[in-house]
């Protein structure tokens, strides 16, 4: 008897490279009893099969068709009403705002945490899970911190989004770094409002942005009691990047990664040297008592996060929205290192964000090898834990937009009644 390769190892991508989607031939008949209308009866047989699974799956595809045409209906009531609503509040306490803006912003972070968390509960109700490993980061919730994240479709920003939401305040604190092309988005005007950071892509733009990235920095991240960032420092989609990646490394004899892609370093060495609390013989580098008293301790962590899809397929943000794909488990590895482990210098930082990735490429390639991550060094076997969400609270935060919607309409529709 012949093992059958289980899925997903060494094995069985041979086996399914030998024959592309095809299944094995079955034995054949000895040429010498086999009929000479042999061939063309197949034809006819296999052209029946081949009608009979189309009709079998027609309902199953009518279902789909149906299922996602309804999500998207509901998705875009969701984003009108929760996101008119999101503004309607913002403008309402601007009062609130010149009087206690620390009160102000940590408002401001609740609703947009509960705003990303609908945005979660989309691919939550589809089936489109996650798994995390390695370090539990909520321990370090409380404290300021960078995560570093490949980058491979438009779904990684909503599994985070998702795998985020049961991280206490983070959410809420967060800043997000992401391409430029987002601000057009319906979320677009929410991230402005929230202080996140739109990059553009290019050498023509590169240090234009970095400059306005350290001003934003400066003017926004402090001001709104911001603690985490969230950046993902390939600067661009892995399918997109890939291939300039790789000559770029064989020209500079740098790591040849084919599961992500060699990191950029600019926007990191901006948010190092704009946030990391500096120090002189124990103690921040200029300012009297008082003044170290009311500043930020800094970013203290740096947190490498490496976002792997079964069988190396991302889920974009059509999926996630539609849901026209199985159900599936993303998995999310993390790995927390202290800020003082982190080169400050340009030169160490390459090398360490090289390293970093460099290992990200080794837990993907064991990943996709094994359907789990490694274990960490000196432990046997990696532990996993199921991220999950409440199904009470995203009934919450979906019917409170509903009816903040109801409200704002009502009492936009009275106001302008009564002027006109």
Request: net charge positive; aromatic share 12%; glycine share 6%.
């Amino acid at each position: 008897m012949t093992a059958t390769p289980r899925p997903g190892t060494p094995a069985a991508a041979a086996a399914q490279h030998r024959a592309p989607g095809r299944q094995p031939p079955a034995p054949l008949a000895p040429a010498l009893h086999r009929p000479p209308s042999a061939p063309a009866e197949k034809d006819r047989t296999d052209a029946s099969v081949s009608m009979a699974v189309t009709l079998e799956e027609a309902p199953w595809l009518g279902w789909i068709l149906v299922k996602a045409l309804m999500r998207f209906a509901f998705m875009v009531a969701n984003n009108l009403v929760a996101i008119s609503s999101y503004i309607c509040y913002v403008i309402i306490l601007q009062p609130l705002r010149l009087l206690d803006s620390k009160r102000f912003w940590y408002i401001e972070g609740i609703m947009y945490k509960w705003l990303l968390g609908m945005v979660a509960s989309w691919g939550w109700y589809a089936g489109y899970t996650v798994m995390e490993w390695g370090d539990d980061i909520k321990a370090v919730s409380q404290d300021e911190a960078v995560m570093l994240v490949n980058h491979q479709a438009t779904g990684d920003v909503c599994t985070l989004m998702m795998c985020l939401q049961d991280k206490g305040l983070v959410v809420a604190q967060m800043m997000w770094l992401m391409d430029h092309i987002f601000k057009y988005t319906n979320f677009g005007i929410v991230s402005l409002i929230h202080g996140d950071f739109f990059i553009r892509q290019g050498k023509s733009h590169r240090d234009q942005q970095l400059l306005l990235l350290k001003k934003h920095l400066e003017e926004n991240y402090r001001n709104r009691d911001r603690k985490w960032i969230v950046l993902f420092p390939e600067g661009g989609f892995l399918r997109k990047r890939r291939e300039t990646s790789q000559a770029f490394a064989k020209k500079n004899n740098l790591p040849f990664l084919t599961h992500v892609t060699l990191p950029r370093i600019g926007a990191t060495n901006i948010i190092l040297s704009a946030l990391v609390a500096r120090q002189e013989n124990g103690s921040p580098a200029g300012g009297d008592a008082k003044e170290l008293k009311s500043k930020s301790k800094g970013l203290q962590w740096m947190i490498d996060t490496t976002i792997a899809y079964p069988k190396a397929e991302p889920i974009d943000i059509q999926t996630w929205i539609l849901g026209y794909r199985k159900p599936t488990v993303t998995h999310v590895h993390y790995r927390i290192f202290p800020i003082k482990d982190v080169p400050l210098e340009t030169d160490g930082l390459a090398d360490w964000l090289y390293q970093r990735f460099v290992e990200k490429e080794a837990l993907l390639s064991h990943f996709y090898e094994t359907g789990a991550f490694p274990p960490p060094k000196g432990h046997k076997e990696a532990v996993s834990r199921e991220m999950t969400l409440s199904n009470m609270w995203i009934f919450l935060i979906q019917s409170f937009a509903f009816l903040s919607g109801y409200m704002w309409y009502n009492i936009i529709q009275y106001f302008y009644h009564c002027l006109f």
